[in-house]
């Protein structure tokens, strides 16, 4: 038997992204001119979402992802912005920060006013309100898969280095086939995959890997 739920066409059901699954094409509005999230098809791309335009906490949040723009560009990643304003009040409040605080902003940014790419992206979190998104990050890769979500209150701002170690991470992976340990900074050794049989669990300790034990191996790339 189906219920009103089943078609999800109520406010109350918010889509969330799934990790390894495609992350939801959109079409939208931007400070920049239209765009559509297939035209980054080959890019790694960072959307972050603000609560609003003209806050204190989201003005130093720009400011700072303004600041690692270039070294994201450096590693083939379009930074893109989101939140519930008027295009009108996104260039207005980008204006103000470059007049008044010297930082010029050089991404694109979503005026999701009827909330669109928003709820694709489960930015509206009842708990936080309803009327405002959630601070969010998605990191989508070349191929337009969802690689990884975090999300934060309104309250307390980005850790924004973490947005560069994050991608440099993932592109480490993806080109050496390994993973990153706790607390990996670009250049500290990385995790070899464990071994999947006892033969290759005998091969290991002649491999060269600094090991800890047989399934925790290091190396360096």
């Known amino acids: 038997m189906s219920t009103e739920n089943d078609n999800c066409e109520c406010e109350e059901c918010i889509s969330m992204p799934v990790l390894g699954e495609p992350a939801p094409d959109f079409e939208a ?19 972050f979402s603000h609560p609003a335009d003209f806050t204190p906490v989201c003005t ?17 990643t379009q930074l893109i912005g989101l939140s519930i304003d008027s295009v009108h009040s996104h260039l207005a409040w980008i204006k103000n ?13 979503i005026a999701d006013l ?8 489960g930015m509206i979190q009842k708990g936080m309100g309803t009327t405002s998104a959630v601070r969010a990050v998605f990191f989508i890769d070349p191929e337009g898969k969802m690689r990884a979500m975090i999300y934060y209150p309104q309250s307390n ?13 993932f592109q480490t992976s993806d ?15 990385v995790i070899v995959p464990p071994p999947a049989t006892q033969k290759e669990v005998e091969k290991r300790p002649t491999e060269g890997y600094e090991c800890k034990e047989w399934y925790l191996c290091f190396k360096g790339v």
Not at 97 to 109: A, D, L, R, S, Y
Not at 114 to 121: H, S
Not at 157 to 165: A, D, K, L, M, S
Request: charged share 25%; hydrophobic share 40%; net charge positive.
């Open 114 to 121: 009827n909330m669109n790419v928003a709820k694709l992206y």
């Open 29 to 47: 509005v931007t400070t920049q001119g239209p765009i559509k999230l297939s035209d980054f098809k080959g890019k790694w791309v960072v959307l």
């Open 60 to 76: 130093t949040e720009f400011m700072a992802f303004a600041k690692i723009y270039d070294e994201l560009q450096k590693m083939n």
């Open 157 to 169: 701002g980005r850790y924004i280095p973490e947005v560069i170690r994050i991608i440099k991470a």
């Open 97 to 109: 920060i470059k007049e008044k605080m010297g930082v010029e902003i050089p991404f694109p940014v």
């Open 175 to 189: 080109e050496y086939g390994v993973a990153t340990p706790a607390n990996w900074q670009p250049g500290d050794k």
